[in-house]
């Protein structure tokens, strides 16, 4: 009986704390249950969504990406420097915000693959470093004037739809399809499962490292576009502190902070329950600074979850 409870704690308990969260907030609110709120939440979740989609493959290779929040912000920066100071059209003020995405990408794959870094250490870097960037870009202010048909990206709708809801759907059923139908999602497992055997079959990890890191970044970047269309100006700041939530959206996902263990369709309850927590603190109008207080224990808690299950598995494999 108690094996058989534990295994059903483990399958559920995310669906279980977001129907707790959902009861509370609801309890304590008549506004968090309502079509305009839900709608909200979805928009408001699709940002660090598009980012933890990318995360989610770091984190499956053992690694870690602190730059996701500044390339945020750079992504925005770049694209509206460029439609503000230049004769780029949107479409390649956005390709080329995009392109730094991936750029960003490839030098922490760099540091890591080439020169042996840690992703702790590397990401840590490129994080100030890009922040900088972006501080340097803006000039420390906001950008504004961006053309209004810009909004479309981040303030449409589809029918009753949010479009930055269809397009962290659209990255997650992509980052699906890579993970679960396609050899390089293998390849992704296996090395942060087991990196030095998964070389030993005959795979590049440093190209997957490569591809990971890049398609992080490039979602980090698509995050900043939906970031600069949804406020249409660029702040110096944006994105700061993504990072923090992205992580624990992924960790709490049921993704191992470890690697090689955690299933992308879980991430995406993972950033719901995030939405949530974070719409229904709002609504009570708790105090911001202890919002960042209750995110901090979220990620405690998630990382002491993952751990233990991890000890669980070790004990079940060597009875």
Not at 128 to 144: K, N, P, S, V
Not at 230 to 250: C, F, K, N
Request: charged share 10%.
């Amino acid at each position: 009986m108690k094996i058989k409870l534990a295994d059903f704690l483990t399958k559920y308990t995310l669906y279980l704390v977001l129907l707790a969260l959902i009861a509370f907030f609801t309890i304590n609110s008549q506004f968090f249950l309502t079509t305009m709120n839900l709608i909200n939440i979805i928009r408001q979740v699709a940002i660090i969504g598009i980012c933890a989609a990318g995360m989610t493959f770091v984190i499956l290779t053992g690694g870690i990406d602190l730059s996701t929040g500044s390339i945020v912000g750079l992504a925005a920066g770049v694209a509206a420097w460029l439609m503000m100071n230049t004769a780029a059209t949107p479409v390649a003020a956005t390709l080329v915000a995009l392109m730094c995405g991936v750029t960003a990408g490839f030098v922490n794959g760099f540091f890591i693959n080439k020169v042996g870094l840690p992703p702790l250490i590397t990401t840590l870097a490129t994080m100030t470093a890009l922040r900088g960037a972006t501080m340097l870009i803006t000039d420390g202010r906001g950008i504004h004037g961006i053309t209004r048909a810009y909004s479309v990206i981040g303030q449409g709708y589809i029918g009753p739809i949010p479009i930055p809801a269809i397009i962290m759907a659209l990255v997650f059923i992509l980052g699906y399809i890579l993970l679960e139908k396609t050899k390089f999602g293998r390849y992704v497992y296996g090395i942060g499962d087991n990196e030095e055997a998964t070389r030993l079959s005959g795979v590049n990890v440093k190209k997957v490292r490569y591809a990971v890191y890049a398609f992080s970044g490039f979602l980090s970047a698509l995050a900043g576009i939906v970031f600069l269309s949804r406020l249409m100006s660029a702040q110096p700041t944006a994105g700061q502190g993504y990072e923090l939530e992205v992580i624990t959206a992924v960790v709490l996902g049921g993704v191992s902070i470890k690697g090689g263990e955690g299933k992308i369709s879980l991430v995406v309850i993972g950033v719901i329950i995030m939405g949530v927590l974070a719409n229904g603190m709002i609504m009570m109008n708790i105090n911001a600074f202890w919002q960042w207080v209750v995110r901090g224990i979220v990620l405690l808690l998630a990382v002491s979850y993952d751990k233990l299950m991890l000890n669980r598995r070790n004990r079940l494999a060597s009875s």
